[in-house]
């Protein structure tokens, strides 16, 4: 134990002195007023590999503010690529927008753990070769510090799942623990600058598996991910989450579905946040083919059906059309400029809204 404790002090101790914190390519446009720190709000994450930048664009013209998470699960790419496509290109002409790109930079540290996807994807951007980060879907276990436990358990409640390694799950750790884990930490100061910022909606981008229907190893076809394509919101959220999606699927021809939080379920952002702070929280979901077990080899950028720009375009699209149902339904809004919708991202590809 003693030596444990020791190896962990000296790894902690490497990574400070030779100051290997995680910090991806993000390249911000004109619409970027401020950069800060996760930190700001809970200081204990500072110099750790759980702290992360905060891109604030404000318009200052009153309104609501937005807070968008991409990265709660780092290989969940099209999530941290519509974030910076948000900062690189978007202007905020009406309120305000919080972005946290990589909202578990820890888990973007590291590749992904079944070892099928390359860390780092080279594309080609506006101006040149840059590359995207294709992490983990958890904490990176050095950086959470502690081995996993048995089971996981949430620390508000009794809700417990088989698997310790959610302990290292960001998305199930909300309102999260002032003097917990690191992980539980870094959700206690998303909820802080909730608070702080007086966030009135969020949007927590994920990914999922494909609905690819598929042949297990024994023969039988089994139906793919059952939560691709889907808008999770907070029961509070509903009514705009619907209005959101039947415009999604008028105007650009994708069919999600709405889904409300589910109570038992504890520790995720749209449903905790809500409870937390009172900000309306939605959670979305789009395919992504790495995400397939049953799959050995695969394109999580140029996949025929599940291409990357159908999926962060989708992700962009999603806000703008949160934006507007938030309007019809609370009568005020975020209003920008240079929002790319998913026609758009389709037509001219994700890549050309990267700096
Ligand atoms: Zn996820």
């Avoid at 590291?110 to 980060?133: M, N």
């Avoid at 998303?190 to 190893?217: A, R, W």
């Avoid at 397939?292 to 703008?320: C, E, F, M, T």
Wanted: hydrophobic fraction near 35%; proline fraction near 6%.
């Amino acid at each position: 134990m003693r030596i444990k404790a020791i190896l962990i002090v000296a790894l902690f101790l490497t990574s400070a002195l030779f100051g290997s914190f995680f910090r991806p390519d993000v390249r911000p446009g004109y619409g970027v007023t401020d950069i800060g720190w996760l930190s700001d709000y809970f200081s204990p994450l500072r110099n750790t590999n759980m702290d992360t930048p905060v891109y604030f664009m404000d318009s200052g013209i009153e309104g609501p503010t937005f807070l968008l998470m991409g990265g709660t699960h780092a290989r969940e790419i099209s999530g941290t690529t519509a974030a910076i496509v948000f900062i690189e290109n978007v202007t905020v002409t009406k309120g305000r927008v919080i972005v946290l790109p990589f909202s578990n930079i820890s888990a973007a540290s590291i590749a992904d753990e079944t070892g099928k996807a390359p860390h780092f994807i080279p594309i080609e951007s506006r101006s040149g070769k840059r590359f995207l980060v294709y992490g983990d879907r958890r904490t990176d276990p050095l950086d959470q510090g502690i081995p996993d436990p048995e089971i996981f358990k949430h620390a508000q409640s009794d809700f417990t799942l088989d698997d310790g390694a959610e302990s290292r799950n960001l998305n199930r750790q909300y309102p999260g623990v002032a003097d917990g884990n690191p992980t539980q930490q870094l959700a206690y100061a998303i909820i802080q600058l909730v608070k702080t910022e007086n966030v009135d909606f969020n949007l927590d981008m994920h990914e999922s598996g494909t609905p690819d229907s598929y042949i297990d190893s024994k023969g039988n076809e089994r139906s793919g991910s059952s939560l691709a394509y889907t808008l999770v919101c907070h029961p509070d959220a509903l009514e705009i989450g619907a209005v959101a999606i039947m415009e999604i699927e008028a105007f650009y021809g994708v069919s999600m579905k709405l889904e409300e939080s589910n109570k038992a379920f504890r520790g995720l952002s749209h449903l905790e946040i809500r409870d937390a702070t009172g900000s309306l929280s939605f959670l979305s979901e789009t395919p992504n083919p790495g995400q397939d077990s049953w799959r050995d080899k695969y394109d999580v950028i140029n996949d025929p059906d599940y291409p990357l720009s159908h999926r962060a375009g989708l992700q962009l699209q999603i806000i703008s059309s949160l934006f507007g149902a938030y309007e019809m339904m609370i009568g005020e809004t975020i209003e920008v400029e240079n929002l790319p919708s998913y026609e758009e991202v389709m037509q001219n590809g994700v890549f050309s809204y990267l700096n």
